[in-house]
């Protein structure tokens, strides 16, 4: 029995699993008949989930690696959206105009913004908030769900309690047709970025030192320590890093839904949860796959049967459960 | 007789003996002595919070589970009894099916997730509960022909606790006698038995074996069947507490929605007032329960007043806005979890050794 | 008279309400191999723990190399040339055996001429360079933890069980890597159940029951004596499987 096929995408022998996605898709192909139509839901499905990896990857993480389950993450999610609608709202004449370095002169440094600001969140709130409670889940989980409470009263209290709209970039907005199909160009930007993401999170792991230690450590943090390595640098360095990544999930996502409001982080929680079961805890490789599973089969039954949509997440995650128990890539723990 | 109806679970404290004494006078004699549609509202809701944190003690307190299905019986509860009564008539019989219905289908979905609870890490239980509660919400908004979907279920009662009745002609101390007042003791009544029922099973043989598993868990891995025997009916007994307070939160309201018993809102406000009042102390759901509603209630128009004497001062006034209660509530909660897990009862007992 | 590489004085350490080690004193001689023996459940293990600052004594001194290091932290102490196998080997499953070295040698990354004398006495390391630690037999596992003690020279081992659940012949070919490493500078502690195993290898010799030292001494002494060893370990001479 072995734990090679833990983690990392690529690396693995178990590719089952992520041949789902493709299954899911053509499955999906079936009942909806139109391929243009077809096009444009796997598109929105594939950047809603990787969105959602973008959000999800750092919990996973931080949980494999330092076994705390931090139920506050949305805090950063929504931070980093706030954080990036302030300036985007400061620059929306580069934003509105018709060029593409115009935006990005916004946009760039909103997603700065974003990434700095959950980033540092996270830095405080390892520090402060998690540190004391470290080993003991239960006041873990109560600790970081007063967090929650407390942080979003606070972004009531810093950015006020309306609802900021958050539009999309003039050259980023709109679809282009590729035959038949639309194709929305800010969900093909979400789609690389995400990719660009997943391929740096792979190298990291797999190619460098810092990557080693994580892997080891998600294993056994223990022995990482009597070879040593002081982990605890790492888990400080994996929670900013996992709190950042929420921090620019939360500005596309926020982007993607077209405004930004207090509870949006807290209101993904239960789909990040969702997608963590069904990929695994720990790993992120599973979180890769189980977003985009979800992603697709929301927008799927959006299409199709729309009742179910928001329950389909749901029943995707009890649907894998019931064929591994511990999801999709478990990390076994040495 | 006072040992026997408190189990033995005596206050161990003069203030908070005190403070409780005073918390059931005022609930008992609340249309009396608050009068007013406002402040009856205010006593009926502390009275139903009180039963549906003590169950949720029960679980957190008592077990050391964390779940987020509470809400969810808690709907069961309240959607038992409207679907009841708006399907099946405002009938005493129509009634007793809803509640009967309720419980077993609590029953059924407590052991459900009690069973899962069998292997299941506690952070990966409280996940799944949440994902649960989530699901269920979906349903009760999505199936708006059973449910009512977003607007929910407004329906009559039997007609004995209708407002309209009159059971006396003249007004008893000031207060008209009828089907309101009835209604009222029929909730404040249900959610005193059920307390006590409560403080009997945690204060039983069955309870003192809960609270050594809780000790033992958290120290090591290894898990006995009997374990999850113990986890799996201390789940089932929270779960139909919280069915019952639903009832008597519908049966007070003539009203059962998605927002006044599943939003997640709620459990993060039962969490709340579980760990404020007092964690594993049955009587820190009252303690908590009360300060919850009554600030919920009465500590904005508070604040509005304390943030109007700090216009001028930076931040403060936005700090001290009326909509920021549960900030500070928030502030208490985190500080109850590192420094005072007993809560207020606990500091209160420490005290008075 | 060099002075003992590492030595416990009075050392108490308490698991949450278990009191494990009462009282443990006893030194190990610089540069020799020390058995650590006893029966299951004398604390052997919690005293490597210990040691190695897995867990916190809280009581008593431990010395190592001249200075107090009962506070030292366990990164720090590998950086001081302190290596721990631990009794479920802690290799790295998910990672390769090549992954497992690296990490272990550091900052300095892999020596060419070390790793070759370590191919020399784990042939089977060799083999398996690329593939996944899990794969691995039990004996192999087993020998890829220790390679990943010493891939780098160290100056203390601290080792726990190393012949657990492990076949007979395994056993002889780690007693040969065992007598290659006593040939090395580094002082070892070794906590052993198999007697043979350490009568073939150790110099000295400590005794643990309930927390405590009862024996010190030279090996040979306790070999001689079958009397004293069924006192003390409740067995005699024979191979202990």
Redesign the interface.
Known sequence: M???D??VPGRKLDWLPLALVPALALAALLFITSLPTWITLTLAGLAMGMMIFMMASGLTLV?GLMDV?NFAHGVFISIGAYAAASVLVAMKGAMQAPSLAANLSAIVPALLAAIALAGFLGWFFERV?IR??YG????????T??????FE??I???WG?DIIPLPQPATLSGSFLVGNAALERYRLLAVLVGLAIFAAMWLVLNRTRLG??I??GV??A??????????RLVFIAVFVAGSALAGLGGVMWGIYQGSVNAQMG?QV??LL??V??IGG?GSVGGCFVGALLVGLATNYTGYLAP?LA??SS?LL?VLVLLWRPRGLYPV?K? | MLHTLLSGDRPRSRILAAVLVAILVGLALAPFVFPGTRSLNVAAKVAVFVLLVASYDLLLGYTGIVSFAHTMFFGIGGYGVGMAMAKLGSTWGSLALGVAAALAVSLVLALAIGLLSLRVKAIFFAMITLAVASFFQILASQLSWLTGGEDGITFKLPELLQPATRLLESPLFGVDVGGRLLAYYVVFLGSLACFLLLLRAVNSPFGRVLLSIRENEFRSEAIGYRIVTYRTVANCLAALGATVAGVLYALWLRYTGPDTTLSFSIMIDILLMVVIGGMGTMYGSVLGATIFVLAQNYLQDLMKLASGAAQGVPLLPDLLHPDRWLLWLGILFIVCVYYFPTGIVGRLRAVAR | MPEALLSLAGVNTHIGQYHILQGVDFEVPRGGLTMLLGRNGAGKTTCLRTIMGLWKASAGTIRYDGAEIQRTPTPELARLGVAYVPENMGIFAGLTVRENLLLAARDRGLDAKRLGWLFDLFPAMQKFWNAFAGNLSGGQKQMLAIARAIVEPRKLLLIDEPTKGLAPAVIASMIEAFRELKRTESTILVVEQNFHFARSLGDSVAVMDSGRIVHTGGMDGLAADEPLQQRLLGLSLGTHQ
């Open positions: 072995t734990t090679a833990a983690q949980f389950m908030v004391p409670v003991d889940h239960l006041r873990q989980i109560l600790v769900m007063g967090g929650l409470i407390v009263q606070l009531h209290v810093v309690p080693l230690l892997r080891a294993e056994n223990e022995m990482v320590e009597s070879l040593g390595y002081r982990i807290m929680m239960v949860f969702i963590l079961i805890l009742k928001l329950g749901i995650m076994g040495a």
